[in-house]
Structure formats: structure tokens, C-alpha cells
């Protein structure tokens, strides 16, 4: 059975939504799958799992969030190669930079050797029921690539 990881942030509960009907998408295809807040995890752990999903909302003009900083600095230290990663989080169209966090956060699990083997999953502000049945299957398609 494939052991998935995810960490996220979230302030307004948005990306947080969306955690939560992933992790459904991912548990409808039997994977293993513990879920932290970005706080409560080290990026070391990532070591142990078959997949990796990251979540975080983006803030400011672009930036990752300030709970996602230490983690994202600690993924330096890690070596994901053979690793399945994906990435997801809220988004407000209102800046200038369109959900930047998940492209950062793309960008270096792929530095760190990690294949992400979905597109960013971007959801604009708080997810409709038919967004929240897009990240659903974003979840179970993620499992399939495991």
C-alpha cells in the first residue's frame, strides 16, 4: 500500500477545505495518508513516504506563507529522488502573481530529485462543491501515479 504525506497551511480555512476533500480522493484509493499542518512537520519526513502532497495558500504579492518558511528552507537538506509530489493551495486573483506558493512549492520538490506528476491544483479563494469535487479526484489521480 502507497504511504502518502501531506502538509499544508492554511489561514482562512480555504486551502484547508481543499486538504480535506484531497485527502478523501486519496483514501477512496486506499492509500495510507497522514495529514500535518505545516507546522507540526519536518521536511525530513518526507523521506518515509511513497508521495508527497504539499498545500499551502499564497501570500502577499507572491510569497509562500510565513508557517511554510522553515519547512520550505529544510527541504534543502532532503533528497526526494523517486518520490511523487504534487502541490495545491488558494488562490486570490487580485495579485499580480496568481497562486505563486504552489509554483514555489513545485519548483523545489523538483530541485530536491521529487516528480511531480500532477499540475499545481489552483482554486480561487474559498472552493465551490464543484471545485471541492475537483480536488477529490486531484486526490484519487494522484494515487494512481504512485
Request: glycine residues 8%; charged residues 30%.
Amino acid at each position: 500500500m502507497a504511504k502518502v504525506i501531506m502538509v499544508f497551511t492554511s489561514m482562512t480555512g480555504n486551502t484547508e477545505e481543499m486538504a480535506e476533500a484531497i485527502a478523501e480522493g486519496v483514501r477512496e484509493q486506499s492509500a495510507e495518508l497522514d495529514v500535518k499542518e505545516v507546522l507540526d512537520a519536518t521536511a525530513t519526513e518526507l523521506e518515509e513516504y511513497d508521495g508527497i502532497l504539499l498545500g499551502a495558500y499564497t501570500w502577499g504579492d507572491g510569497e509562500l506563507p510565513d508557517d511554510f518558511l522553515d519547512f520550505y528552507d529544510e527541504l534543502d537538506d532532503v533528497d526526494l529522488t523517486g518520490k511523487k509530489a504534487a502541490v495545491f493551495g488558494s488562490c486570490d486573483s487580485s495579485y499580480e502573481k496568481y497562486g505563486a506558493a504552489v509554483d514555489i512549492l513545485m519548483e523545489k520538490l523538483q530541485e530536491r530529485g521529487a516528480e511531480v506528476v500532477l499540475d499545481g491544483l489552483k482554486v480561487e479563494l474559498t472552493p465551490t462543491n464543484e471545485e471541492k469535487q475537483l480536488c477529490r479526484l486531484f486526490g484519487r489521480d494522484f494515487v494512481k501515479h504512485l
